[in-house]
């Protein structure tokens, strides 16, 4: 009974100590569940909407006119696959469109018919219209339910597509759910009647864009993919590398939840820092507990209690503050599952429901009870290293008088400077878990600074990961066009800053891998605004090569290895120079001088024109004034319905527009022509266009960039308010029972004519060494961190801001020593007779 | 004319007991005159101790004025009375307060370094005072714990008097001591007192208050009884003691 007094007196002599234990285990239990029951359910909900749709695990789309019957029957007679479903698709790279706040975004877009979709997959319909109204639709069209969850389109909206300059109206008839086209990744299939699909097949004919023959699986164990496209390939006689597209459920799965599993990293990192923190707070506690009561521990040991006894009035405490803690973290998870699984579907673009598994939270509340328990229990078996009369002595056999650290009459130092350093040094041992703490939360704290940095504005961050120079246009030349009088020209065009000649690299095989890459071309690198060796140099001759950090891992490149590219049969030999950490492509880019590209791409001439603006100015308006200026571009001619009344000029229109098309889709470089009407002959040419066509990164990088962007920095934001207050709690709680510990020592120099303020110092600076210290490891260990992260996650590079971190460390030290500080002062209330003798 | 280096002028002090009021000083006036050695004694309870903590800024007064030097210190802020302290006053307690995690040197020097530059001869100063109180070299290092009560009593007092304070107060410095301790202590009180040091000391013993020059004597939060003596050691001690005797049995001690 005595035992349970004293713990109860300890909870409630020190609330303020166990409030802040509570509310790191609160927090603790509230983040760990969130993301490990999170994780689960995220999983269950892909799985489930996976399987009702009615897909297969693999897809794989041919080009059109690269398609063999027999590609068909190896999947038969090789792999034993017998069901396999089939059907035409069109596939469409950067598709421009009106979201629904009205802004123009940019998706990878699959297009398929009604027909083909129920060949494919269930076509299993969500929210949606009657079947009347869809009846009474001319441009019906079925969207997955990403576009619903996460872009907040609805049944009955319009959804607009934008090709070459022409808006296509479509009505939403509803959403649907699909298995493995539901990201950005493969693209987004939509579902469009028979007549708006064969319009589109004769749009979207660039060589990025692919219409062709879909393959739908499930494959057997002994199916190989790389195997697969070998034997087609054999089977139709040349290299199919570029002509195919490839899907699966892994490969969709990571897609869709990549940055949801970063979430749920970032969470479970957090909820290690709470963690961390409440045993080190349950560490001091005990420690001053003991301390202060060890007379009453010499009294009862004397009185016959065994110190197994007495250390359970330590542990009761714990067992009640850390299921309070725990417990409500696992209730508040329970109240909040509706928002969390909203916040959830919205990140994953599926629906994510249902309660969350209560085995899983109340094992994980039960872990964490149990680890505060046995941590308290560490510490608390320490009452038996003070026998009776070593308590009685208030512990003093410990005390160790063989050193006078930092003595006063050789200090340089100011007296409060050196009074908050030599007691820094007469209890060293308890500064670890100081440094542990601050090396924790001030690693994570920095980290989510650096993070919030890379994305204030947006997409920033994985802008710069992104490998490639995104703000800038890229306007290809049509054949007749001089490349180098019409950069002369585009550079004289107000706010263009900088205009380079490049090739538009092409799809190229890499020997030994089934990964394609696709080819920067720069004819000098030093040149380019965004793109920066993680390790070794740029290229600089035509026989060497930069490649991805992605290809170097998985492909166990590295610098000074050779690698083969091949294209249309040319195979050729390069030296790997550097590597770089690229999310372009997937980080599937090889980076080529501009004769390095040319000696495997033979007879290709540079014909991109890459226009850098000035600050400020925007892509869209230059992209319109350069397209003027040119008189528009064939593109944008082989698009254009608007015709004009007068009959020579209709005439002359659809010539254009057969022109166009011939240039923009089918290759033809030079064009003539005559039309005899009666009497008259009307003449025309191709060389009326200069500009085939005019692209930007833009749309792409709103559409998926941007959201990722915005949801990482509010996250960051989040934990860099979560983490300062952890260590504000700390402190404040660490300083203020310092006070409390020191009460006597504090109260005799008052006396001696230290004022409160001096003896705040004191103990503020007391503990600047050791959060000098933790922060300057924490600023290293974020380095690697930061490094590690990104690189382990996405293959890149972030950018690692060393000012941000100085900015960080001046903060978390600043914070710091206010924080002790004032939390310190509680001196100020107790008068100096108090302080001696309380 | 005697100069008064402190004075009291309706001074009151109040404590909340059990939401009673306890007065224990009632409109008390006193004038302390500079270079006495000035000695407060009292029953148990008196209000000898709050006197004097109210008398040197330790502790506010509820009422009335504390003027030291001519100036009233009263109304000053808790940290105006930590500098007014560290300038003008040393303090020894009868439980003697050494800091127990620094030395003997260390100790003295805290009291020290908070007014005076660290130097070399402030060092000096320091170890010279330590060793006139008896203490020996090899007792600078050492920490509070490993002296005897009457050696810490006298690392207290030279704490006290390092910063040659313009008043020593004393609360029952030899309370805690054997008597051949407190004698040694109590040498080294007569000691400074003989250099001009203003010195106000709470004791109920006999044998510390024959030290003093002038016994004031409490009783009721008020001064009963002002007795004067000569400076220690000018006198016959037997006649000196009976004087006293004959003092603090008037006052009913």
């Known amino acids: 009974m005595k035992i349970l007094r004293l713990s109860l007196f300890n909870l409630k002599k020190n609330k303020r100590e166990a409030i802040g234990i509570m509310v790191l285990t609160f927090f603790t239990a509230f983040m760990l569940i969130i993301a490990l029951s999170n994780k689960i359910k995220v999983d269950t909900a892909f799985d489930e909407s996976f399987e009702r749709s009615g897909s297969t695990e693999y897809a794989v789309l041919f080009r059109g006119e690269k398609y063999r019957d027999g590609f068909r029957h190896i999947l038969n007679e090789d792999y034993g696959i017998t069901d396999v479903a089939q059907g035409r698709m069109l596939w469409a790279a950067m598709v421009d469109a009106y979201a629904s706040d009205g802004d123009t975004v940019s998706y990878n877009f699959s297009f398929v018919n009604e027909n083909t979709e129920r060949k494919l997959e269930s076509f299993v319909k969500g929210d949606r219209l009657s079947d009347e109204d869809i009846e009474a639709l001319e441009h019906p069209l079925w969207l997955p339910t990403n576009f619903q969850i996460v872009k907040g389109h609805k049944p009955g909206d319009e959804f607009t597509i934008i090709a070459g300059g022409k808006e296509y109206p479509f009505t939403i008839a509803g959403f649907y759910e699909t298995g493995l086209m539901s990201s950005d990744g493969y693209g987004f299939k939509l579902i469009l009647s028979d007549e708006d699909y064969e319009r589109f097949t004769n749009i979207f004919t660039t060589s990025l864009d692919c219409e062709g023959v879909m393959l739908m699986f499930n494959p057997s164990a002994s199916f190989d993919y790389d195997e697969y496209i070998d034997k087609c390939s054999e089977a139709a006689a040349e290299d199919l590398g570029n002509n195919v597209r490839n899907n699966c459920v892994g490969d969709e799965k990571i897609n869709e939840t990549t940055f949801l599993s970063i979430y749920v990293l970032m969470i479970v990192a957090l909820s290690a820092v709470t963690f961390v923190s409440s045993l080190y707070m349950i560490r001091h506690k005990i420690s001053n507990d003991i301390e202060d009561q060890m007379q009453q521990i010499g009294v009862l040991e004397a009185l016959g209690y065994r110190s197994k006894e007495i250390s359970l009035a330590y542990l009761y405490e714990y067992i009640i503050v850390g299921s309070i803690g725990a417990i409500m973290g696992a209730v508040a998870d329970i109240a909040l599952t509706p928002v969390i699984n909203h916040g959830m579907s919205v990140v994953l673009g599926r629906n994510v429901r249902g309660s969350s598994d209560l085995l899983l939270i109340a094992l994980i509340t039960i872990l964490i009870i149990l680890a505060v328990v046995a941590f308290a229990l560490l510490k608390a078996r320490t009452v038996k290293n003070f026998p009776p009369v070593v308590a009685l002595r208030k512990g003093i056999k410990t005390h160790s008088f063989s050193k006078n650290l930092l003595p006063l009459d050789r200090s340089r130092l100011g007296i409060n400077q050196s009074l908050a350093f030599k007691g820094l040094l007469g209890n060293l041992k308890s500064c670890i878990g100081i440094i542990i703490c601050i090396v924790t939360a001030g690693t994570a704290l920095l980290f989510s600074a650096l993070t919030f940095n890379s994305f204030k504005d947006g997409a920033g961050g994985l802008i710069a990961m992104m490998g490639t120079d995104t703000d800038i246009l890229m306007v290809n030349l049509m054949g007749n066009a001089d490349p180098e009088s019409t950069r002369e020209e585009i550079l004289k065009i107000p706010g263009v800053r900088k205009v380079l000649i490049r090739h538009d690299g092409d799809y190229l095989s890499v020997k030994g891998s089934s990964n394609p890459a696709v080819a920067t071309v720069f004819g000098d690198f030093g040149d380019a605004e965004n793109i920066k060796p993680y390790l070794g140099r740029f290229p600089e001759r035509d026989n060497e090569i930069m490649i991805g950090l992605r290809r170097s891992q998985s492909e166990g490149r590295n610098i000074g290895d050779s690698i083969s590219l091949e294209h249309n049969g040319i195979e050729k030999q390069y030296i790997i120079t550097g590597i770089i950490g690229s999310l372009h492509n997937g980080g599937s880019t090889v980076y080529l001088t501009t004769k390095g590209y040319e000696r495997v791409v033979i007879n290709s001439e540079p014909r991109l024109l890459a226009v850098y603006p000035d600050k400020g100015v925007s892509l869209t308006e230059l992209e319109k004034t350069i397209s003027e200026h040119f008189g528009g571009t064939a593109k944008d001619g082989a698009t254009d319905e608007e015709g004009p009344k007068d009959l020579d000029e209709r005439i002359k229109a659809v010539a254009d527009e057969k022109i166009a098309v011939l240039l923009s889709q089918y290759g033809v470089t030079d064009f003539d022509y005559a039309v005899r009407i009666g009497d008259r002959l009307i003449r025309g040419n191709s060389r009326s266009y200069i500009i085939k066509d005019i692209g930007s990164y833009e749309g792409i990088i709103k559409t998926q960039l941007v959201p990722i962007g915005e949801t990482t920095r509010t996250f960051t934001f989040i934990a860099l308010f979560l983490i300062s207050g952890i260590v504000g709690v700390i402190l404040s709680i660490i300083s203020a029972s310092e006070v409390r510990r020191q009460r006597q020592s504090l109260g005799i120099m008052k006396g001696l004519g230290y004022s409160s303020k001096d003896l705040m110092t004191q103990i503020a600076l007391k503990f600047m060494p050791v959060i000098i210290i933790s922060v300057v490891v924490a600023s290293v260990a974020v380095v690697y961190l930061n490094s590690f992260f990104w690189g382990a ?35 100020r209330k107790i008068s100096v007779n108090e302080l001696m003798t309380e | 004319m005697a100069s008064f280096i402190l004075q009291t002028n309706k001074l009151c002090k109040s404590f909340s007991n059990g939401g009673t009021l306890q007065h224990v000083i009632k409109n008390l006036d006193l004038e302390i005159v500079e270079g006495d050695f000035t000695v407060i ?35 000053f802020s808790n940290d105006e009375l930590a500098v007014f302290r560290r300038g003008n006053c040393g303090f020894v307690f009868q439980s003697i307060y050494l800091l127990e995690n620094q030395t003997v040197l ?141 003092f603090l049995d008037k006052m009913g001690w």
Not at chain 1, 815 to 826: E, M
Not at chain 2, 55 to 63: A, Q, R, T, W, Y
Not at chain 2, 133 to 150: A, I, M
Request: net charge neutral; with cysteine.
């Open chain 2, 106 to 246: 260390d100790n003295v020097l805290t009291g020290a370094l908070i007014v005076q530059k660290n130097s070399k001869e402030l060092v000096d100063r320091a170890k010279e005072l330590l060793l006139k109180t008896g203490l020996k070299e090899e007792d600078f290092n050492k920490y509070p714990n490993q002296l005897s009560g009457g050696e810490a009593q006298r690392v207290g007092i030279v704490r006290a008097v390092i910063n040659n304070p313009r008043i020593l107060f004393a609360d029952e410095p030899t309370g805690q001591l054997n008597s051949a301790s407190g004698k040694d202590v109590l040498d080294i009180f007569t000691e400074v007192h003989k250099n001009g040091q203003s010195i106000v000391m709470v004791t109920h013993d006999i044998k510390t208050a024959l030290r003093g020059t002038r016994v004031l004597y409490l009783r009721d939060g008020g001064i009963v009884g002002d007795y004067r003596m000569c400076p220690y050691g000018e006198d016959d001690e037997k006649e000196r003691r009976a004087g006293l005797t004959e």
């Open chain 1, 793 to 827: 996650i996405f293959a890149t590079i972030a950018s690692t801001s060393i000012p941000v971190i100085i900015i960080g460390d001046v903060f978390l030290i600043v914070f710091c020593y206010f924080v002790t500080y004032l939390s310190a002062g509680r001196i």
């Open chain 2, 41 to 75: 004694m009292g029953s148990s309870g008196s209000g000898k101790s709050t006197l004097l903590y109210a008398l040197s800024g330790m502790d506010k007064p509820g009422m009335g004025k504390v003027i030291f030097d001519g100036k009233e210190i009263q109304g």
